[in-house]
């Protein structure tokens, strides 16, 4: 052994403490190694002693990775990503470089359906698991690994990129048979917006939803009139647009990880290819 190098790292522990920083649960670790979860338990009190801090908050039988805990599975997984070339990665993955999670907002699924079945096509090596969910899944909880999230500004403290501009215009059912009276909010809204009430002047909202992919639906019915993002109304033969851009300050894409995460291959590689698609468009 060279004598620079760390003769306390707890080898034999790295690959339970993978197993639960990503299953979360003593069972499910315990589980996924094939051991019971006394063990499990058992061995990253070890790891911890070892480390002489935490690397899991516990709660409700679940566990967070900490502050440490999330740099120290950055740190675990670019090792294991190292091994993997030797055909010696710890976990023994079915795919070489692991797993990554994806969040996105749900009507972006259908305008990367393909481009993330070519992703899957061309990276056999990397596990992609995509969460459509309007419910924002934390990067800091270790909830997922990248996302896409649509906002004025990014969360801080995160590497980010921003793909593109998402203007928003009102949209109603096509034909031009809509009650303009009638305007779908989004939850938590108590009143229009000047902007959106200078074009509506005689509308009330009569119906509040959350998420863009029902609010389609519910204005494709004639349940009112309704803001969507710009391409994800036109693309809908159902819809006719109501108004132009709606405001100045528009909101953007963003794409953005935790940054101890960045250079992860498999991290690098997602995002990498999803910057190149929204640059093509």
């Known amino acids: 052994m060279g004598k620079n190098a760390h003769q306390d790292i707890p080898w034999t522990e ?19 190694l094939a051991i019971d979860r006394t063990t499990v338990a058992r061995r990253i009190q070890a790891l911890e002693a070892t480390m002489g801090r935490a690397l899991f908050d516990r709660t409700d039988g679940n566990f967070q990775l900490t502050l440490l805990g999330r740099k120290a599975f950055s740190a675990v997984e670019r090792a294991n990503q190292e091994l993997s070339f030797f055909g010696q990665a710890l976990g023994g993955e079915r795919h070489p470089l692991g797993k990554v ?40 909880r270790h909830d997922t690994d990248v996302a896409l999230r649509l906002s004025l500004e990014p969360p801080k403290g995160m590497t980010r990129y921003k793909l593109g501009a998402v203007p928003l215009r009102l949209f109603e059912r096509a034909g031009g048979q809509s009650d303009l009276t009638r305007y779908i909010s989004y939850p938590g809204a108590d009143s229009i917006d000047k902007t959106i009430k200078s074009i509506l002047p005689n509308a009330e909202i009569t119906l509040s939803i959350d998420g863009y992919v029902p609010m389609r639906e519910a204005i494709a019915q004639g349940a009112g009139v309704g803001m969507l993002p710009s391409d994800f109304g036109e693309e809908d033969p159902r819809l006719t647009p109501v108004s132009d851009k709606l405001y100045d300050n528009d909101m953007f894409l963003w794409l953005i990880c935790l940054p101890e995460q960045r250079r992860l291959t498999r991290i690098q590689t997602l995002m990498s290819f999803l910057r190149a698609e929204y640059a093509s468009k």
């Open 14 to 32: 790295l690959p339970i403490f993978l197993a639960l920083a990503r299953e979360k649960t003593l069972s499910a670790a315990a589980r996924r």
């Open 101 to 140: 999670r994806l969040s996105i907002p749900p009507h972006l699924a259908f305008s990367l359906a393909e481009p993330l079945t070519r992703f899957q096509s061309e990276n056999p090596q990397i596990l992609l698991e995509l969460k459509a969910t309007d419910q924002l899944a934390s990067l800091m």
